[in-house]
């Protein structure tokens, strides 16, 4: 059943000043069916009564009828601030942001949550606070309102904020080590694709799409709706009401590679270098786009821009969703993840002119010291792969153990580390050559290859002839379906602890990713852990600015501080054997900082 819904087009205070309009119709979602609140099989919301903490009814959904052919919700779009509107629109943004991440094109799969259950709980009016958040253990997304300057804000009508948190659940689901990292740059990471994946969604909307490139003649290297995150919300909770935004990627921020690592300030403000690198990357490309668009149509830069910016965007997003799943789990670096997206890139386009410009940029903005550090190798030959049975490897959890016992060398796994084999994950994704994107942007309007997107999210799209380009038939329309096999495994190892912090040893977890493309026998990529040992003065530091804060106690198992630490903050930081184990570090990825969180 598909179904239209309203959403706020960008914050409630910004969206007439940019469109002169609040609300957009949606049509993209497909799900199995759509109860009252709105509720689906995966996403539920639950409407509380700030005042009483009550669940309130939730708004009703009426399925088509007569010559209705799409399902709604009984809504009233002229009053964005009603509690149903505030539901219906948080759940459509929710689930645009569920389907990005799961086109074909992009992870080509079904994202299973970061905890034990079907369902993520969304509660729009969670209370009084200037904040939002997702968390693991209450499985849920949480949107707060305030009031500042004389105004309610609801941080579940900001499309950036809702997008922003939906990415952090969808992140838990693809890597849930990072919701466990101790090292700033895992969290960082976490912070930081979640403002990408907010940009992302605002440029699925065309109507914003064309009024920011007409107010800046078609460029986006401009501070715009799209680079800044978060508009009202940064306004409101500035005290003079000046701040025009909570984060801005046009941010040149840079890590010095031979500083001290714990030097590096907290994961928010850490993460806008590794964003700041990124959407220059995008600016960049959307200027090309512009420029090969407007020599093949004879236009001008202006009037081809916001097909360019479609053809650029869904480039950007392939890449850096992409690199979530060849991201090796346990402790990562910025490092990790570049080379994660470098490789997911290489394995299926031989055009290496926009990763040489990654490189070069992060060898700029120091987040390695020479391009060959984030040299990959793709689509390698491997003779374990000559004879095994490589759907039974999917299968079965004996069969994978076996495997990578046989193949420690190739997965990096030290001779004596008892491991564990993640659950595997067979893929279908939908690869299409840059040349095919820039066709589909010359002959069809941004409009039009975004409805595409959505039907591919869907599985509404035709049937792919078998084509590849590293050696198989010419792809058909310049579209190749590959098969992936995510093969995962992981281990601890420990590491001094500083001694004023609890425990002699702290255990870290590490492991690598293993890539295979099992029509062809060939490993797509594997990237294992780079050295720890020169991250762990930030791994200490960061421990350290948690303990004092207070939102870590290290303490035993049975100790009830530890129980009521827990309950607290969501971090654990227990002592078993005398080791300390840190977990739920995550738990601090608020939209906006804590008092006190350092």
Not at 134 to 153: D, I, K, N, P
Not at 169 to 192: F, K, R, S, T, V
Not at 512 to 537: A, F
Request: hydrophobic share 40%; proline share 6%.
């Amino acid at each position: 059943m598909r179904v239209r819904v309203p959403l706020m087009i960008q914050d409630p205070e910004l969206s007439r000043l940019t469109t002169d309009r609040l609300v957009e119709d949606w049509l993209g979602l497909d799900e199995a069916h759509f109860l009252d609140g709105p509720i689906t099989e995966r996403v539920a919301v639950v409407d509380l009564d700030p005042a009483t903490e009550a669940v309130e009814r939730g708004a009703v959904f009426e399925p088509p009828a007569g010559r209705r052919t799409f399902g709604r919700y009984r809504v009233d779009r002229a009053s964005v601030g009603s509690p149903h509107f505030i539901a219906v629109s948080v759940f459509g943004t929710v689930m645009r942001t569920v389907y990005l991440y799961e086109e074909r094109d992009t992870l080509g799969r079904r994202i299973a949550w970061g905890f034990d259950g079907p369902q993520l709980l969304v509660v729009p009016r969670a209370g009084t606070w200037a904040n939002a958040y997702y968390e693991r253990r209450s499985r849920s997304l949480q949107f707060f309102s305030f009031r500042a300057h004389g105004r309610l804000v609801h941080t579940s009508l900001s499309r950036d904020i809702v997008a922003h948190e939906t990415a952090h659940a969808l992140i838990d689901g693809i890597d849930p080590d990072l919701y466990d990292a101790l090292d700033p740059q895992g969290l960082a990471l976490h912070e930081g694709v979640a403002d990408l994946t907010a940009v992302l969604i605002a440029f699925r909307s065309p109507r914003l799409r064309k009024a920011v490139l007409d107010q800046t003649d078609g460029s986006i290297e401009q501070s715009t709706n799209f680079s800044s995150i978060g508009e009202q919300f940064g306004r409101a909770i500035d005290p003079a009401g000046h701040v025009g935004w909570l984060r801005n990627l046009l941010d040149d921020s840079v890590l010095d590679p031979h500083g001290d690592p714990a030097a590096e300030p907290e994961a928010h403000q850490l993460s806008q270098v590794l964003t700041g690198t990124l959407y220059r990357f995008l600016v960049e490309l959307h200027d090309d786009y512009k420029r090969r668009l407007a020599a093949r149509r004879h236009e001008t830069l202006f009037s081809v821009s916001g097909r360019a910016l479609w053809a650029a965007s869904e480039q950007f997003k392939r890449m850096i969703l992409r690199g979530l799943d060849y991201l090796p789990p346990g402790e990562i670096t910025f490092a990790d993840y570049i080379r994660a997206v470098l490789a997911a890139d290489q394995a299926s386009f031989a055009d290496d002119r926009w990763r040489a410009w990654i490189r070069a940029e992060c060898v700029r903005r120091g987040i390695v010291v020479a391009e060959a550090d984030l040299a990959v190798v793709t689509n390698a030959e491997h003779p374990s792969l000559s004879t095994q049975d490589l759907d039974g490897l999917a299968a079965s959890d004996w069969a994978a153990y076996m495997f990578a016992e046989a193949n420690r060398d190739l997965l990096m796994i030290p001779p004596h580390a008892q491991f564990e084999v993640l659950p595997r994950i067979m893929v279908n994704k939908r690869f299409e050559l840059p040349q095919t994107v820039l066709d589909r942007a010359a002959g069809a309007g941004a409009e039009a290859t975004a409805e595409a997107a959505t039907a591919a999210a869907a599985g509404r799209t035709r049937a792919l002839a078998p084509g590849h380009p590293a050696g198989h038939d010419a792809p058909d329309e310049g579209a190749f379906p590959v098969r992936e096999l995510l093969f995962k495994v992981r281990w601890s190892v420990t590491e001094p602890n500083p001694p004023d912090l609890g425990a002699a040893t702290r255990r870290v977890q590490t492991g690598t990713t293993l890539v295979i493309d099992p029509d062809r026998r060939l490993v797509r990529s594997c990237l294992g852990p780079r050295s720890l040992e020169h991250r762990r003065p930030a791994r200490d530091a960061a421990l350290r600015r948690l303990v004092e804060a207070g939102l870590a106690d290290v303490s035993s198992p049975d100790d009830p501080a530890a129980v009521r630490q827990t309950l607290g903050t969501g971090i654990e930081a227990v002592v078993t054997d005398g080791i300390l184990r840190v977990k739920g570090t995550g738990r601090l990825l608020h939209v906006a900082r804590e008092a006190g969180d350092g």
